[in-house]
C-alpha cells in the first residue's frame, strides 16, 4: 500500500467533493470544446512595403501624424483596402527566400570577411530598405457566433519588429523575431462586417550574425474562448516521481474578461498515453475578480506511470475543463511527460535515474527551399534524419525553438536545451524570457533552460548579475529544470559561476582543468568541433571555396569531431557536447566569408540534410550497438591514376580491412573513437572495407569506378502523405551511372514536375555557393544529389512527381493523398 504525505492526504480529501461536483457536469473528452482554435496558415496576401520611406507605408507618413488617431494608421490595414496586386502566399513564409543575392561589385580578397556574408548576402538589411519592410493581409474567420467571445491571435514567431492591425487599429508591437506572443483583440472587431487583420514586419535590423529570414516564419493561431478562460500558456503540469508512483502538480490560471466576480472551478482529467484516463483532479474553488486571473493547484497521482524516455517518449494529457455555475465554459488540452532529470557533477546527465550521454547538435532553423519558414512536417524530417545518426539531443541556437518543433521533440524523443534570445534583464529582456518559460515548461523533451551565448559580459561581474537573475527569475516560473550558459571564455568567472550546469563552446581540452577546480559543477560542451567540410569533395580549393570532407578541416578555435569527442567519451563528468552543427545554415561562411558562399560548411549534414562523410564518424560511435564501417572517399578519379589517394574508413568494430580491386591492402585495428587510414594508389575499379568484431565479418562498404551519368532515381521519404495541404515529402533525386552508381561528380540540372494536387515548397542540392532561387523547380545536381519539397495541396488519392534532366533518362514516383 502507497503510504500519502500529509500534503498529499489534505490535497486529495480537500478536493473529493470538487471531484464529484465535476465528474457530473463535466463534458466527456469526446464532446466538443467550447474553446475554438484555428491555424491561420491560408488565405494571406503579400507585399513589400518601404523601410526607407514611411509615406509608402503610413497614411500619414511625411507629416509626422502616423500614429496620431488610432485607427487611421494606413489604408493597407482596412478591409476596404485593394490588395488584388498583392502575392498568395501561406504561412509560415519567409520573403527574404525570394529576394536577390546582393553580390558584391567588388569581391573582397581571401583574408577579408565580408559584413554581408553573416546573412548570406541576402538584399536585405539596411542597405536596401526596399525589400526589408513586407506587409500581411489576412481576412479573419469571424462570424455572428462570435459576438459574446474573446478571439486573440497568437503568434509563434514573426521576423522581426511587428506591428498588428486589426481593421486599422494598431493592437500590438513585438520586437523580437524569435518570442512568441499573443494579443486580444475582441474589441477591435466588426460584428457584422469584415475583419481584417494586417501586420508590417520590419527586417530592417537583425538579431544574429547568420541568415534569419524575414516574416511570418512560424504558425498562427486564432483563438476563441468565452469571457471566463484559461489564458494563454495558463497551465503548468510537472510531477514528481518516487516508489509509490508518481505525483502530479497541476498549476491552473483563470482570467475573467466579465466585470463581475466569477467562482471558478478547474476539473482536470489525466489520459494515458493509450488514450483512457488513469486519474483525476479538481482545483479548489477560486473567485475571479472582474478582469483579473486567478490560480488554483491542484494535485494527482498515478500508481505505475509510463515515464517519458529518449527510447519510450510517452505522453500524457492533462484536459482542464473551468466550470462556471456548473456549466463548462472552457477546456484546455495540455501534453505533459513524467519523467526525472538530473546533472551530476561527477557522473553526468541522468534520465529516469539512469546516465545518458548527451549526443547533441546545435542547429538554427533553417533549410534548403524554404529558408526560415520550415513546415512541421519537415522539422520532423530534420529530427529524423539526427536520430539517424544516433543524436538524441538538441541545443535551439541561438533562440528559442518553434512550438512545432518542441512538440515533435517531445514526441520522437529528443533532447533539448532551449536558449533565451537575449542575456539581458531589461523589462524587454526579462519578458521574453518569460514568454519563453511559460511556453515551454510543459515539454518533456526540454531539461536545460540556456539563459546566453557568448556574451560580451559573461566573464565580468555584471555579467553574473544578469545572469543570476535570470537564472532566479526561471525558477519562479519552472523550478524543475537547472540553468545553463554557453561559454567560450572567462571560464571560473563571471556567469560561469552562477549557473547550474557550465557550458563549453569549444575548449574541450581545457574542462579536465576546470573541473579540477570546480568539482562541484556539472559540464556540458554547449558547442563542439566545428569541423568544416564540402559534401561529397576531398580536395581544398581555395578559389572555388570547396572544402575536403575528411575530419581535418576547421576554424582557429575549433576542432575535429574525432578530437573533441575522444575526450568527452572518456570522461563521464563530461554530460556531454552538442556539434557545431547538425545541418549546414545559410550566412557565416567559414572558412570563406566571401562571395559566393551564401551558406556556412559546419553541418554533419549539408543545407539539405544530405550526410557529410563525418555523419558517419558520429553514427559510428553514438550508435555502437549497431556494427557500422563506412568508406570515404568515392573511387572515380579519371586522370590520377597511380596517385595516392588517402582512404578513411568510420566503423565501430574491432577491426577493419580495405580491399582494393580484390586484394588485401591492409587489415588494422580500430581505436575507440578514432578512424583509420591507408594511402592506396588509385586505380580504377572498387575498393571494399570489411569490419571484424571478435574475429567475425559484421559489416561492410564499397566504392566503385562509376561511369558517366545515364540517369536519375527519384526517391521520396514516405510514399502516403495526409491530404491536409500542409503534410510533405521529401524528395531525392540521385544521378546515376548504368549500373545505378550514384555519379560522384554529377551535376545535371534537373527539373521536378508535379501533377494536380500538390505544390512545390522549394528546391536545393547542398552547394554552400548555390545562388540559384529557393523555389524554382530546376536546379543543378551538387556531387549527384538534388533535394525537392513538394507539399499536399488538399487532394486525395494518386499525386505524381516527375524528375527530368537533358540527356538522362528520367524518373517518377507516385505519392498517396491520404484523407486528414
Known sequence: ??????????????????????????????????????????????????????????????????????????????????????????????????????????????????????????????????????????????????????????????????????????????????????????????????????????????????????????????????????????????????????????????????????????????????????????????????????????????????LWSIETPNLYRCVTDVLVGGTVVDRVETKFGIRTIRFDAERGFFLNGKPVKLLGTCNHQDHAGVGTA??????????????????????????????????????????????????????????????????????PCIILWSVGNEEPHQGSPRGARISAEMRRHILTLDPTRPITQAIDNGFGTGASRVIDVIGFNYRTDQIPAYHAKFPDQPIIGTETASTVATRGAYANDPATHVIRAYDTEHPWWATTAEEWWKIADAHPYIAGGFIWTGFDYRGEPTPYPQWPSVSSAFGVLDLCGFPKDNFYYYRAWWRPAEPQVHLLPHWTWPGREGQPIEVWAYANCDEVELLVNGRSAGRRPMERSGHIAWSVPYAPGRIEAIAYSKGRRVARDRRETTGPAAAIVLSADRLRIAADGRDLAMLTARIVDRAGRTVPDAADSVTIALGNGLRLLGTGNGDPTCTIPDHVPTRPAFHGLMQAIVQSDGQIGPLRVSAAASGLRGDAVTLLGLPS
Open 1 to 306: 500500500m502507497t503510504t500519502l504525505n500529509r500534503r498529499e492526504t489534505f490535497a486529495l480529501t480537500a478536493g473529493a467533493a470538487l471531484l464529484a461536483a465535476g465528474k457530473a457536469v463535466a463534458a466527456t473528452p469526446d464532446t466538443p470544446s467550447p474553446r475554438e482554435r484555428l491555424l491561420l496558415d491560408r488565405g494571406w496576401r503579400f507585399h513589400l512595403g518601404h523601410a526607407g520611406d514611411p509615406e509608402r507605408d503610413f497614411q500619414f507618413g511625411r507629416d509626422q501624424r502616423t500614429f496620431a488617431k488610432a485607427g487611421v494608421t494606413s489604408p493597407a490595414t482596412l478591409a476596404a483596402y485593394d490588395d488584388k496586386d498583392w502575392a498568395e502566399v501561406r504561412v509560415p513564409h519567409d520573403w527574404a527566400t525570394d529576394l536577390p543575392y546582393a553580390q558584391p561589385a567588388t569581391p573582397l580578397p581571401a583574408d577579408r570577411a565580408d559584413a554581408a556574408a553573416a546573412h548570406g548576402f541576402k538584399a536585405i538589411g539596411r542597405d536596401f530598405p526596399q525589400n526589408s519592410v513586407g506587409w500581411y493581409r489576412l481576412t479573419l474567420p469571424i462570424d455572428a457566433a462570435d459576438k459574446d467571445r474573446r478571439v486573440r491571435i497568437e503568434f509563434d514567431g514573426v521576423f522581426r519588429d511587428a506591428r498588428i492591425f486589426v481593421n486599422g487599429y494598431q493592437v500590438a508591437e513585438n520586437a523580437s523575431g524569435y518570442a512568441p506572443f499573443g494579443v486580444d483583440i475582441t474589441d477591435f472587431l466588426n460584428p457584422d462586417a469584415p475583419n481584417q487583420l494586417a501586420l508590417r514586419v520590419d527586417a530592417s535590423l537583425g538579431e544574429g550574425w547568420f541568415y534569419e529570414g524575414a516574416g511570418i516564419y512560424r504558425n498562427v493561431w486564432l483563438v476563441k474562448t468565452g469571457p471566463v478562460h484559461v489564458p494563454q500558456w495558463g497551465i503548468f503540469v510537472h510531477s514528481e516521481v518516487d516508489a509509490g508512483g508518481a505525483l502530479i502538480r497541476i498549476e491552473a490560471e483563470a482570467t475573467s474578461a466579465q466585470d463581475e466576480r466569477a467562482p471558478v472551478t478547474l476539473y482536470h482529467r489525466l489520459i494515458g498515453p493509450s488514450g483512457t484516463m488513469v486519474a483525476e483532479a479538481a482545483t479548489p474553488l477560486v473567485t475571479v475578480a472582474g478582469h483579473a486571473t486567478g490560480t488554483g493547484v491542484a494535485e494527482a497521482r498515478i500508481a505505475a506511470p509510463q
Open 374 to 443: 520550415i513546415p512541421d512536417r519537415l522539422n520532423a524530417w530534420r529530427v529524423e534524419q539526427l536520430q539517424a545518426m544516433g543524436s538524441n539531443a538538441w541545443r535551439s541556437a541561438h533562440n528559442p525553438p518553434s512550438q512545432a518543433l518542441l512538440d515533435i521533440c517531445d514526441a520522437k524523443g529528443m533532447l533539448m536545451i532551449d536558449e533565451a534570445r537575449i542575456n539581458s534583464t531589461s523589462a524587454e529582456g526579462m519578458d521574453e524570457l518569460t514568454r519563453l518559460v511559460r511556453r515551454d515548461r510543459n515539454h
